[in-house]
């Protein structure tokens, strides 16, 4: 699945996802293309970023990614809890974060 908003390097990691784990599909988080295991979306790409799943006890400071920032899609809500959006220019973090939010979101029942 890609549209004008993808990313050659989400593209990437989405192929990469898709032949290494059968049960990684397409889908879609809100409007955006996105991975899902299990019918629970892990990964997306919005914008310029990239979403992952990754845990509310996710230290993101400990990873080294500094531009993390809570998923947040809602003016009236709070964040959603354990989504942290990843901006472009740490896309080099990319691919383990996607591993790592697939690996998460597999425990969840």
Known sequence: MKTEESNPQYNS????????????????????????????VFAFYHKGSMGFRLGANFDTQKFGVLSAKPLSPFKTKPPLKGWYMVFETESNQWEILAQMAFEYTQTLK
């Not at 032949?19 to 991975?35: F, H, I, L, N, T």
């Open 13 to 40: 990691i989405v192929q990469m996802l898709t032949r290494q784990y059968p049960q990684v599909k397409m889908g879609k988080m809100m409007s955006s293309e996105a991975v899902k295991v299990n019918d629970k």
